[in-house]
């Protein structure tokens, strides 16, 4: 069974950093894309960053500059680095996967979520 679980989370002061890892667990064969949604109380689910298996990046304008995506295939494990916390960037943070098992072939999966909170 494949799991994906974010790690990393946790309260920081404006002007802080954190950086959240999402760890694939299970019979994976290959990984595709990669990324991170976040979700805030009474807000639809944004995108925030996403990392190709070829390793080209995008990020959201609203962290561009403060927010970077990067990925470790050997670990399965992605990262999202997050510098200059402000607290509009508080909330719950997903990773999603796109990944190859033998049993399923290619599916999208999604971790079960971290909360970031950005707060004085």
């Known amino acids: 069974q494949v799991q994906l679980v974010e790690s990393g989370g946790g309260l920081v002061q404006p002007g802080g950093s954190l950086r959240l890892s999402c760890a694939a667990a299970?019979?994976?064969?290959?990984?595709?894309?990669m990324g991170w949604y976040r979700q805030a109380p009474g807000k639809e689910r944004e995108r925030v960053a996403g990392?190709?298996?070829?390793?080209?990046?995008n990020v959201a304008n609203s962290v561009k500059g403060r927010f970077a995506i990067s990925r470790d295939d050997n670990r399965k494990t992605l990262y999202l680095q997050m510098n200059n916390l402000k607290p509009e960037d508080t909330a719950a943070y997903y990773c999603?996967?796109?990944?190859?098992?033998?049993?399923?072939?290619?599916?999208?999966?999604w971790g079960q979520g971290t909360q970031v909170t950005v707060s004085s």
């Open positions: 999603t996967a796109v990944l190859w098992t033998a049993t399923s072939g290619w599916e999208n999966y």
């Open positions: 299970g019979n994976i064969e290959s990984i595709d894309s």
């Open positions: 990392i190709s298996s070829t390793g080209s990046t």
